[in-house]
């Protein structure tokens, strides 16, 4: 059980201007930052505000010593290698920086591009654009009526032409847990690499990186408690050499000519110009906090979120909810009311204080795929309580109402 840490958020203090508390249910997006990380970020403006690296002076050694700090603290939380962590500017930088660099040296015409339906857009677009630019064939694994992937679809579909397989470890729309480890060994058997989106696994649940046994881990901070303009890309240490930087600037290089350049080894090589070691410093608390609850606990209480959640919601009328939320599922609900646009939906429930998502979630090909042109998505994080459940429930039950269709 999961002590009372609301406290801990200052935004979740703050008074919704209906003057009622917020009840904060839109986590698949972005998180609320507690004052722990809130409080690193600031000491470290106060106390070593300069650039790593670059500076023969006190200052800039500490900032030095916090950035690969925190380089070291994510390499621990994913049980990773230090040099195999990139720091970028989020989960989406991550994916593009894979395609645009190993992609780019790996894939020719002819070659295979295989994808789920289900991926968010940061894990789609930078594929078909690869595929278009090197004469690759961008293929699709398709989710079933439950939501989910098919083993016996991966095997049929990964074959000797598949050089890459990309695909989220979560829904960002269904909350649905792909069966990755199962995913890799297949790909791995055809000599493919596998790219893992965490943008929705990393925050929620423990995410080891060697008993995953993919190749490549995207993810990012705001997900995860820490501040926007931060991300992590894991790559395994003999794929990371063969990459080459695609931002280019200062502090990649180790010699510069006028015609030449060579760049330095490691995970410094794809971090050109200023490091935000603010980001990195405010990573590295949110992992702290994280860890000290435990990551085991804040799955298994964003479960029971997720479990009363469906349990209260199919008791409205004229709900259609998304997902089954059975086995391998987290804690994220999409649904929609029969005869209200989602965008409606989501500012009817504002007026009551209640935050959630509303539109395609950068996921379009997967509402197309479930036949459905946008949805409402409620998520939830550890900080959340039943009893916004209860708001929500009771909100979403005046919405029909509220439209002028009736309340049965």
């Known amino acids: 059980m999961i002590k009372d840490i609301r406290a801990d958020f200052p935004l979740l203090q703050r008074p919704h201007s209906s003057g009622k508390m917020l009840a904060y249910l839109d986590n698949a997006a972005t998180t609320q930052k507690p ?22 002076y006190e200052i800039s050694n500490e900032a030095t010593e916090r950035y690969e700090a925190a380089r070291a603290r994510t390499a621990k939380f994913i049980g990773a290698m230090e ?7 989020g989960a989406t930088d991550s994916l593009n920086l894979v395609a645009r660099s190993y992609g780019e040296a790996a894939l020719g015409a002819g070659d295979e591009i295989l994808i789920s339906i289900a991926e968010h857009h940061s894990n789609l677009l930078p594929w078909q654009a690869l595929a278009a630019r090197t004469g690759a064939e961008l293929r699709y694994l398709y989710t079933g009526p439950d939501g989910r992937l098919s083993l016996d679809e991966v095997r049929e579909k990964i074959g000797p032409r598949t050089k890459i397989v990309a695909v989220t470890h979560v829904s960002n729309v269904l909350g649905v847990m792909n069966p990755v480890r199962e995913i890799a060994e297949i790909a791995h058997e055809a000599g493919a690499v596998v790219v893992l989106d965490g943008a929705q696994s990393v925050p929620h649940m423990p995410v080891n990186v060697q008993e995953l046994d993919v190749d490549f881990l995207a993810f990012s901070g705001h997900k995860m408690l820490a501040p926007t303009g931060i991300g992590v890309l894991y790559a395994k240490a003999e794929l990371m050499g063969k990459m080459e930087p695609v931002t ?8 510069v000519e006028e015609q030449s350049v060579r760049y330095m080894e490691g995970p410094g090589r794809f971090e050109a110009g200023s490091e ?8 590295a608390a949110a992992m702290d906090y994280l860890d000290d609850i435990g990551l085991k606990e804040i799955q298994a209480a964003e479960e029971g979120l997720l479990r009363y959640g469906l349990e209260q919601m199919r008791g409205i009328p004229h709900i259609e909810l998304l997902c089954d939320g059975d086995k391998d599922h987290t ?48 998520s939830f994080y550890f900080y959340n309580t039943k009893e ?21």
């Open 276 to 283: 935000n070691v603010a980001g990195a410093v405010g990573l």
């Open 83 to 89: 040099h195999e962590i990139i720091f970028t500017a």
């Open 248 to 255: 280019l600037g200062g502090g990649i290089v180790e010699l």
């Open 331 to 378: 804690g994220i609900i999409p649904f929609n009311i029969e005869g209200v646009h989602p965008h409606d939906v989501a500012t009817i429930l504002d007026a009551s204080a209640v935050a959630v998502r509303a539109g395609h979630h950068c996921a379009e090909p997967l509402h197309k795929h479930l036949g459905v042109r946008f949805s409402c998505r409620a």
């Open 35 to 56: 004052r722990q990380v809130l409080d690193a970020v600031r000491t470290f403006y106060e106390v070593c505000n300069a650039n790593p690296h670059r500076g023969a």
């Open 388 to 408: 916004e459940i209860d708001r929500l429930v009771e909100a979403l039950k005046g919405v029909r109402e509220v439209m002028g269709l009736g309340t049965e």
